[in-house]
């Protein structure tokens, strides 16, 4: 990490999260940090870093400096739930994906509140295929029974998810890469009683999956008694090297034979 005597130094963190989401010249600069000499001083000293570089009359970060904003942010965060699988974050292989990743949970708790079971993220996103510009991030939250609104609810989570600066940062960030900018995150939604009876998509979450919140334990105890189900049928599992895969649930299922998996 660079000389941290630069980023401890008074609005040279305010520079960086400000050029995180977008170039900006002098004078857009001197709105966030409003001591002229201050800011001089500061841009100098974050270009001598390396952190920023000036490109004819603007500002903009540079490779480690959109690093070092991504782990700045990352050591501030702090979600005290017990609830919040803080090791699952690690499954996430990208820093910009898993920073931002925090925020959106953090307005789920705050949109759903104690109706939030469970939030889950799989498929390619945990996984070695996950392809930038192509791949969509997938979650599963799962809520109480009787939740009402839960449309509106999400659509006002991802408005207001849209416009945090981790959002912008990581869209800003993919952008400078080529990239459309962040990709589509894909839900789904399941109320407490429908998630106990198995759906197909527990499949692709027994082997990869990253819980990032799960009350009790609700969730997890799902993937177990899944886990069981399909040990007792004599499930068998088959991925290839490109990450596609299938189950044969029951090998000598006989004809007529219908397959029931019980969560209960």
Request: proline share 2%; glycine share 6%.
């Amino acid at each position: 990490m660079s000389n941290l005597n630069v980023l401890s130094r008074e609005g040279a963190i305010t520079i960086l999260r400000r050029l995180s989401t977008g170039e900006a010249r002098f004078k857009e600069l001197n709105e966030v940090v409003t001591n002229t000499r201050t800011l001089t001083r500061r841009l100098e000293e974050l270009q001598a870093e390396g952190l920023i570089e000036k490109a004819e009359s603007c500002y903009r970060m540079t490779d480690e400096g959109f690093d070092i904003a991504f782990k700045l942010t990352d050591m501030k965060w702090k979600i005290k739930p017990e609830s919040i699988y803080h090791e699952s974050f690690t499954k996430i292989r990208y820093t910009w994906m898993e920073i931002s990743l925090k925020r959106l949970l953090k307005l789920f708790l705050k949109g759903f509140g104690k109706e939030l079971i469970s939030i889950i993220l799989y498929g390619s996103a945990i996984k070695d295929t996950f392809k930038l510009g192509r791949s969509d991030v997938d979650l599963l939250y799962i809520l109480e029974n009787g939740a009402k609104n839960t449309w509106w609810r999400e659509e006002k989570v991802f408005k207001h998810f849209q416009s945090t600066w981790e959002y912008k940062s990581c869209d800003y960030w993919l952008k400078t890469r080529g990239f459309n900018g962040y990709p589509e995150v894909t839900t789904a939604s399941l109320q407490r009683s429908y998630a106990k009876i198995f759906q197909p998509i527990y499949l692709d979450m027994l082997k990869h999956r990253a819980v990032l919140y799960d009350k009790e334990g609700f969730f997890e105890k799902l993937m177990e008694k899944l886990r069981g189900a399909l040990e007792a049928l004599g499930s068998i599992y088959i991925e290839h090297a490109d990450g596609t895969y299938c189950w044969f649930l029951k090998p000598d299922i006989t004809p007529g034979e219908s397959i029931k998996i019980s969560l209960e």
